[in-house]
């Protein structure tokens, strides 16, 4: 079930590469047809998940499988290192609560993406081919379960996101093209360092054999002493767990490491910044939570304060730049920045309600910059423009557009009532229960304020006030005094047409729904984060000690 | 001083050859290709290139089955210890005839070669002649019959080289090589002096046991080490012998580019491996061991580091394709010494492994460059401009082909990668820092390699002719097994790890 999921879009790949390439309506069919079929594939997986299953890790002495979920697991790779024994890959793939989450939102967000990516006229064969394949590569990070698979995964993401930017991609597109594909690649070639150097170190309790089994490598008891990364190479240790946290830093983006992602998101077609936002950015925190800090708790536990620092910075700094954003694409970049510095902070307090407001932020944020994306998009085709100040008083004539938009920018700013205001409060609960993160949760608070601020502020100057009909729109006056406005470069209707309509209103009522009422989600994943924060915990390693 | 041997032992003499002539079989069978390719160039007329092509092709393959047949027999040292059969031997054997197929494949479609007007009857006898110096280099036991067969590939290729008579860039690269091996042929013989001054041995199993049993000077041993170093280096285009490589690379035909690239550094490697691993045994980082056998493995250190960085840095600015993959395998050539510098047999298994990967790779970026050169005329980065498009086959497969060649999945050339970081690691801090150097130059690699497909897909031609070039259905077909071969062992790779470990096997016990 899980190949099927995560090969589907290869396999529409395979299809398409069949089709000529004047076919265009056949090729945006198959891959909408695979979209869907892996929608109802993800439905139906959660509705057969169980959530009182953990995951996360195996029980001591257990099956190396944990209690993973839909489980499929065969030999990949052997390969004889003499004294150390075979090295064994495994195709291995599994759920639990925290992957489960991710396939569902890459799942919708790969329909979405489809949809948004109707319109697209250049090179059409080219283009969904590479998107299947990075939907594909996505899917597959999520759900595999062997580091080396997750590594190939990991890396299959890049060249077609690297393509897709860089032949589809606005007028700078070559510098953001090769500039995404560098950042992420130096994060991810020192993690394929520290994978070998934590095979070296791990042991299958139930074969005895080395293992890039992640579920193993989650526990503690299963790391050798005197190895390179064993529990007692303390340095070794700390130098992994960074370099490990750098390549997924780069990848959400974290300050520092955050300059690829306004470029990459400028550049970028609308549906690849919606992907790009919606899932990938997701992966690197996803990777945090399911490689970084359980394979090195105690790294973790020393390092609370400092990632909930640049958590902070990442909060406070992405909204100072959103604020200062001219283009409004740039400006939902930067607030993208800002809202990963929330899953950032969430996962530095390392308690049950953090950890679940981080990931659920990880999935709001999703479906919520997704709907912010597609927004900004349609205001492109339209005007061929996003600058705000070009913009007045277009909620007199596009008041759907307007409408919506609303809706998404208050999700974004965290209203009560909208998915973004749950797990954003669970992600302060957390850090203000944790002695160690509460400074740090008070001047996060901050955040939420020039949220507030540049939300508003765009919304303000784009949508009310006076219309400002000049080199983008010109307003018309009708023989009965109705006033029309005209777009130089639109020819198609002004407000949200049934397209645009189909994709933003499910987002929508997502972003509604889960903000009355999360359990469809949260329910999905307390058992898995409970565990992982037990693993994480102090209490658990010295345990092991 | 010598004595003409007497009738008796010259009866011996002949039977020992007999004997040893069941395990020369491919070798001999690859001789008497060579003799018919010279013959069939002489009675077939000037246009005869495509002929000679498929006779030299299906002699190729023909010889596949001898080295097959030669899987059943043991291995054996034969000719006096000159010469070995072995699965290392064997290996290289299948390697250096799929090298040959291949460069036959490649000058097929070349333009300038099709072109020749001398015909091309030398061209194969002597492709064929450097098949057989290259199985010699790998399989030789012995100081002299490692430098006759290195003679004989490098002869074979100055010739190759030049054979553009008309070309002056041909001619000058020809000549450039023949210089620099001359010069580094020298060195290596007069490095094999020394060894043979000192151990009065020219077999190499026999050389290292007198080193181990006797005292030697240790600073003349590390002068006849720098020496053949310097020998071996130049063929396998490691800094800092790599000085040629670059202008042949760029003036030679674009076939024997490849051709150079793949088989003849492969020879280097496989002789470095055979010299270094039997003749100077060595046990590992150990300190207790005397100094002269660190300083071989340091020596090689050094010259892997500086060829991952300056290869890979230097590439950065290249603008025409050849030159620039020139520069690239001068950093293969440090990947591929990482693998052996770890002195194991996992290392040893994966730089077999990699020279697979680096086969299909470099070869399919070669062979791909000449389709776009028989269409634009150009080897210039610049000239690729919006050929995605009208060539979406070579554009994709060119692709991959450098994906391959940078080290990323699902391409083969990851699988050699990360074998040769797995074995580096856990082997100790100097090693760490060898890694860290090949992960760090990798990135540096991406940049450039990615400027094919940036110019190819990313740019649009100035010129606004989106008609898709026609490259013939056997080059599509050619382009098309090499990058799904590239991709296929990328994913599954086992057979050929395995295999590997087979060849290997050889040196696991000298080494462990």
């Not at chain 1, 090769?178 to 130096?186: A, D, G, P, Q, S």
């Not at chain 2, 042949?248 to 024997?256: D, H, I, L, R």
Request: some cysteine; overall charge neutral; glycine content about 10%.
């Amino acid at each position: 079930m899980l190949s099927l999921i995560v090969f589907l879009p290869i396999i529409a790949g395979l299809v398409i590469l069949a089709v000529p390439a004047s076919q265009k309506q056949i090729i945006r069919i198959v891959s909408l047809v695979a979209a869907l079929a892996q929608g109802v594939l993800a439905v139906l997986i959660w509705r057969h998940y169980d959530p009182t299953m953990a995951g996360i890790v195996a029980a001591p002495g257990g099956s190396p499988v944990g209690s993973f979920q839909l489980i499929e697991r065969i030999p990949w790779i052997t390969l004889d290192l003499g004294t150390f024994g075979p090295l064994r890959i495994e195709y291995f793939l599994g759920v639990d609560g925290i992957s489960i989450t991710m396939v569902l939102l890459t799942a919708l967000i790969s329909i979405i993406g489809i949809l948004s990516s109707w319109p697209i006229q250049k090179q059409v064969k080219g283009y969904f081919i590479l998107y299947n394949l990075l939907a594909t590569a996505m899917m597959g990070c999520f759900v595999a379960l062997d580091f080396f698979l997750f590594y190939v995964f990991w890396e299959l993401m890049l060249l077609p996101m690297y393509f897709l930017i860089g032949i589809w991609g606005g007028p700078n597109r070559e510098y953001a093209a090769i500039k995404f594909f560098l950042y992420t690649l130096f994060g991810s070639v020192f993690m394929l360092l520290v994978m070998i150097g934590l095979y070296f170190s791990v042991i299958d309790p139930l074969t005895g054999q080395h293992t890039f089994n992640l579920v193993a490598m989650a526990d503690q008891a299963n790391y050798i002493k005197g190895a390179i990364l064993g529990p007692d190479s303390v340095t070794w240790r700390y130098v992994a767990f960074i370099v490990l946290f750098v390549g997924f830093a780069i990848k959400v983006p974290m300050f520092p490491f955050h300059t690829w992602l306004p470029d990459a998101h400028v550049e970028a077609p609308t549906p690849i910044s919606v992907i790009l936002a919606g899932v990938l950015l997701k992966l690197g925190t996803y990777g945090m939570m399911r490689i970084n800090f359980p394979l090195f708790p105690e790294v973790f536990q020393a390092g609370m304060y400092v990632i909930g620092v640049f958590g902070a910075i990442n909060i406070i700094y992405g909204a100072f730049c959103a604020l200062a954003q001219q283009d409004l694409k740039k400006m939902v970049a930067y607030s993208s920045i800002s809202h990963m510095g929330y899953v950032l902070l969430g996962l530095a307090a390392g308690n049950s309600e953090g950890m679940l407001g981080a990931l659920y932020q990880m999935f709001n944020h999703g479906t919520i910059t997704a709907m912010l994306f597609l927004l900004v998009g349609v205001i492109y085709d339209r005007a061929h423009s996003r600058q705000i100040d070009k913009f007045g008083g277009l909620a007199s004539y596009m008041p759907v557009y307007a409408g919506v938009v609303t809706v998404a920018w208050f999700a974004s700013l965290g209203l009560p009532g909208l998915s973004g205001f749950i797990s954003e409060a669970l992600v302060f609960v957390g850090a203000f229960r944790e002695p160690i993160t509460r400074p740090i949760a008070i001047v996060s608070v901050l955040g939420i304020v020039f949220g507030a601020a540049y939300l508003l502020w765009s919304l303000q100057r784009m949508f009310l006030g006076k219309r400002k009909p000049d080199a983008l729109y010109e307003l018309e006056v009708d023989a009965h005094g109705h006033e029309h406005i005209h777009f130089h470069d639109w020819k198609g209707k002004l407000d949200l047409d049934a397209r645009e309509l189909t994709m933003l209103v499910p987002l929508g009522i997502i972003v509604i729904a889960l903000g009355i009422y999360p359990m469809p989600v949260m329910g999905l994943l307390t058992t898995s984060i409970n565990k992982l924060v037990q693993v994480l915990a102090p209490v658990a390693m010295s345990a092991v000690h | 001083m010598f004595e003409m041997p007497s009738g008796a032992e010259i009866q011996s003499i002949i039977s020992i050859l007999k004997g040893g002539a069941g395990y020369f079989v491919p070798e001999i069978y690859l001789s008497a290709l060579f003799m018919v390719l010279i013959i069939l160039d002489l009675v077939t007329g000037r246009k005869n290139g495509r002929f000679l092509a498929m006779v030299t092709i299906a002699g190729l393959v023909g010889s596949l089955f001898y080295i097959f047949k030669q899987q059943a027999m043991p291995d054996t040292e034969f000719f006096f210890g000159m010469y070995a059969l072995d699965r290392f031997g064997i290996f290289f054997k299948y390697f250096f005839v799929a090298s040959g197929i291949l460069a036959v494949l490649t000058t097929m479609i070349d333009t300038p070669l099709k072109k020749q007007e001398s015909g091309m009857g030398e061209y194969y006898a002597l492709l064929v002649a450097m098949v057989i110096g290259m199985m010699m280099m790998a399989s030789s036991t012995d100081l002299l019959m490692m430098f006759l067969a290195m003679e004989l590939v490098s002869l074979s290729a100055y010739a190759m080289t030049g054979y553009l008579k008309r070309e002056i860039r041909s001619s000058e690269a020809a000549l450039k090589y023949l210089v620099y091996g001359a010069v580094s042929s020298g060195m290596l013989l007069y490095g094999f002096s020394l060894l043979y001054g000192m151990t009065a041995q020219t077999n190499l199993t026999r050389m290292a046991m007198v080193l181990t049993m006797h005292q030697y000077d240790p600073l003349v041993m590390i002068i006849a080490v720098v020496l053949i170093m310097a020998g071996l280096g130049y063929k396998m285009g490691a800094v800092p012998f790599h000085f040629w490589s670059p202008d042949v690379y760029e003036g030679a035909p674009t076939p024997v580019t490849a051709y150079l690239s793949v088989g003849s550094k492969a020879a280097g490697f496989a002789m470095l491996m055979r010299f270094f691993f039997v003749a100077v045994p060595h046990h590992g980082m150990d300190m207790n061991v005397s100094p002269l056998q660190i300083d071989w493995l340091s020596i090689l250190m050094l010259v892997s580091a500086a060829s991952m960085i300056y290869g890979n840095v230097v590439a950065i600015w290249q603008k025409n394709v050849k030159r620039l993959l020139a520069y690239s395998s001068i950093a293969h050539a440090g990947y591929l010494l990482l693998g052996i510098i770890t002195m194991d047999q996992l290392g040893t298994q994966s730089v077999l492994v990699y020279l697979c990967a680096y086969l299909l790779m470099n070869y399919g970026a070669f062979y791909v460059t000449i389709l776009i050169a028989n269409h634009t005329g150009s080897e210039t980065i610049e000239d690729y401009k919006g050929l995605g498009k009208r060539m979406p086959l070579v554009g994709a497969a060119f692709t991959v082909f450098l994906i391959s060649l940078v080290g990323l999945p699902p391409a083969f050339g990851f699988i050699g990668k990360w074998m040769i970081f797995t074995a580096l690691l856990g082997k100790g801090d100097l090693f760490m820092w060898l890694a860290l150097i090949g992960i760090l130059t990798s990135v540096i690699s991406l940049y450039y390699y990615m400027l094919i497909p940036l110019n190819m897909y990313l740019r649009e031609s100035e010129r606004q002719d989106e008609s898709e070039i026609d490259t013939g259905l056997g080059a599509k077909l050619v382009t098309a097994v090499l990058m799904i071969l590239t991709l296929l062992f990328g994913i599954f790779p086992q057979s050929l790890i395995n295999y590997a470990k087979y060849s290997s096997a050889l040196f696991g016990a000298l080494l462990n």
